[in-house]
C-alpha cells in the first residue's frame, strides 16, 4: 500500500470514528435495555465498532440504521452465550455485589431502563427480549426486526406479543381490580419506603398486628429463624434488614403486587405478599433460585414503555 493510500485509510478510519462517536451514547441506550449489563453494553459497542472499521461503507446509506441492526445482532449473541453459561444463577450470598462498581452501575441502569422493567425482561427467551425491546421500546418495525432475530416480519411480531404477555402491564378495565391493585400498590410502596429508611413507625401503619414473615433458607441471612410473627417482630427484623430494599421494586408477582429486590435489575429476592384489610398480613420471602425462577413476575398496569420515537431503522441489514 502507497503512503497515499495509508493516508487515504487513515483518513476514513478518524472520519468513521467520528460519526460512531456520535451514535456511541444513543448506540449505548439501546445496548442497556437489550442486555440489561454495563459491561455487556460496552462490549457489544466495542464489537460493533470493530466490524464497522472493517466493513465496506460506501454501500451504506443509513450508518444509524446499519449500526442499530449490528449492535442489536451483537447483543442477540450475548444473550444466547448468557443463557448456555447460566451466568446469572443466584449466587450463595443473594445480594453480594456482581461487578466491581455495583452502586455505581445500578444508578446508571436503573437511571436509564427501569428496575421493573429490567426484571421481567430477565425472563424472556433472547429472541423475544430483542423483538419486544427494538419493536415496542424503540419504535423499529418489525420488517427491520426481522433480520435481526433471523425470522420473517410475522414470526418477529409474534415473539414480541409473546414477551409482551409475559411480562404483562396491560390496563386493567374491571373497576374492582383498579382499586385493588391500587391498594396492594400503596401498602407495598409505604413498606419498601419504610424499609428503606429504617422507619419502625411506618412498618407499624402498613403491616398486620398478626402479620407473619416466611422465608426460605437461600433468602435470609445465617441464623435468622425461617418464619416469625407478631408485628413487632417483623417490623423491627425488616428495619434492620432495610438495606435490601435499596434496590426493591414493586411488580405483579404471580398476579398480586409483590416486591422484587434486584440490584442492577437482576432479581436476587422476591416479596411475595398477602393483603388483608388493609394491611400487609404475611409475606414469604423468596430467595431459592428454583422457587424464585418459578415465579411469574410482570409489570404493574401502566407501566409498560410507551414506544420510542428516536430510534433510526435500517434502511439496508448487514450481511
Known amino acids: 500500500m ?73 447483543c442477540l449473541d450475548l444473550l444466547r452465550a448468557r443463557t448456555r453459561r447460566a451466568e446469572f444463577v443466584l449466587p450463595d450470598d443473594p445480594l453480594a455485589p456482581t461487578s466491581p462498581n455495583p452502586v455505581e452501575d445500578d444508578v446508571v441502569l436503573i437511571e436509564s431502563v427501569g428496575r421493573a422493567l429490567l426484571v421481567v425482561l430477565d425472563r424472556l427467551s433472547p429472541a423475544e427480549r430483542v423483538a419486544l425491546v427494538l419493536h415496542d421500546v424503540f419504535g423499529m418495525p418489525f420488517t427491520d426486526v426481522a433480520p435481526v432475530v ?68 437461600a433468602a435470609v441471612p445465617e441464623g435468622v429463624p425461617l418464619a416469625i410473627s407478631g408485628i413487632d417482630a417483623v417490623a423491627r427484623e425488616t428495619a434492620v434488614l432495610g438495606g435490601r430494599a435499596a434496590a426493591a421494586t414493586l411488580v405483579l408477582v404471580d398476579d398480586t403486587v409483590g416486591i422484587v429486590v434486584a440490584p442492577g435489575g437482576r432479581p436476587r429476592l422476591a416479596l411475595v405478599l398477602t393483603f388483608r384489610d388493609g394491611r400487609i398480613s404475611a409475606y414469604d420471602v423468596v430467595g431459592d433460585p428454583a422457587r424464585l425462577a418459578a415465579l411469574r413476575l410482570r409489570l404493574l398496569p401502566a407501566s409498560y414503555p410507551s414506544g420510542g420515537t428516536n430510534a433510526s431503522h435500517p434502511v439496508r441489514p448487514p450481511g
Open 150 to 217: 433471523a425470522r420473517s416480519p410475522v414470526a418477529a411480531k409474534k415473539l414480541a406479543s409473546r414477551a409482551r404477555q409475559k411480562i404483562g402491564g396491560g390496563a386493567v378495565t374491571e373497576p374492582s381490580s383498579r382499586r385493588r391493585l391500587a391498594e396492594q400498590r400503596r401498602l407495598a410502596s409505604a413498606f419498601v419506603a419504610a424499609a428503606r429508611h429504617g422507619d419502625l413507625a411506618g412498618l407499624l401503619v402498613v403491616l398486620a398486628p398478626d402479620v407473619v414473615r416466611t422465608a426460605d433458607a
Open 2 to 74: 502507497t503512503e497515499a493510500a495509508k493516508t487515504a485509510k487513515t483518513a476514513q478510519q478518524r472520519e468513521l470514528a467520528t460519526l460512531f462517536d456520535a451514535e456511541r451514547t444513543r448506540l449505548r441506550g439501546v445496548a442497556l435495555r437489550l442486555l440489561g449489563s454495563l459491561d455487556e453494553a460496552d462490549d457489544a459497542i466495542q464489537r460493533t465498532w470493530l466490524k464497522l472499521s472493517r466493513e465496506d461503507t460506501t454501500g451504506i446509506r443509513n450508518l444509524a440504521g446499519w449500526l442499530t441492526t449490528v449492535l442489536a445482532r451483537e
